[in-house]
């Protein structure tokens, strides 16, 4: 069996799966062309057109990531090959901490004192209790499943939305188009963790924001094509505008008016480019905070793990879940 590997970090993984596949032989994408030509499966995160087309042989990918969109999108990849991705492999801890990091950054006024130091301004602002500070996870994924129970833990009301019907504990759920309306009418905080799909993409648009509670914020730690910039800008406001509030304006998420500005803040990782191109206005805006896609780094242990147990089960013949090209994850 030849195993082809492409990452920024091939030689590591290289070393990892030979040790653990001893029968295997195992080579990187940058080996020479004669020598990584007749894989039999590819282990991969965002692997280029070329390398694909050169394989006519693979039995199996390995995407190195939860998110398979950049694989589904690439042109060269050779239809009828099943895709498997990781599921969580250590990536829920991270993005754990991450959301917990910027639902608090909202939640405990951060980013109120950040704008006040500035100011010089000592400004104690009330303490919304977690009991009232409801959060909206969209997407509830092995990951995203993980994020809202372990925001429900520690006491904040959570709302999970997936395309279709879910029930998991300590969560209320919803599903389809009339659950995230309604979702989105009752959170302070959306947390948006869902795959990029042709269905995702741009459901959080002028309409979407418009619906979230006026002080709410967003955090999307998913993908960049989530989100409609022109819109979440717009929602926004101009720069100044809310940052001075105080805790009288902002302490309720009161009801729609649609009006600009209504939107908070927001804590973003992923976007439709990376880097986020030096011309977005996202990266000036004072109540955005921004992340280079670190959320929730892919952890070689754990993804090692379900690699050489993937390997294993198509080696063996026996059935590996695998994506669903046409859903999109
Ligand atoms: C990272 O973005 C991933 O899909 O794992």
Known sequence: MQILIHSADAE???????????????????????????????VAW??????????????????????????????????????????????????????????????????????????????????VPKAEWSIGVLGLGAIGARVAQALATEGFPVHGWSRSPKALEGLICHHGKAGLKSLLGQVRSLVTLLPNTPETRGIIDAEALAALPEGASLINPGRGSLIDEAALLEALGPAEARNADSHASSHEARPATGHQGRLRGAVLDAFPHEPLPAESSLWRHPRVLITPHIAAPTPRDGALEQVIATLKAWQAGEPVPSVDPAAGY
């Open 46 to 127: 965002q692997p280029p057109g070329w390398l694909l087309e050169e394989q006519t042989g693979l039995k199996g990918i390995m995407n190195l990531g939860a998110g398979v969109d950049a694989l589904l999108t690439n042109p060269s990849l050779p239809p009828g090959v099943p895709i498997v991705k990781l599921r969580d492999a250590g990536m829920a801890g991270p993005m754990i901490d991450y959301v917990r990091y910027a639902v608090l950054h909202f939640q405990r006024d951060f980013d109120r004192y950040a704008h006040q130091q500035g100011r010089l301004q000592w400004q104690p602002q009330p303490l």
């Open 12 to 42: 590591q993984w290289q070393t990892a799966i030979a040790k653990a596949l001893p029968a295997a032989e195992v080579v990187t994408s940058s080996a020479p062309l004669q020598a990584r030509q007749r894989a039999d499966y590819l």
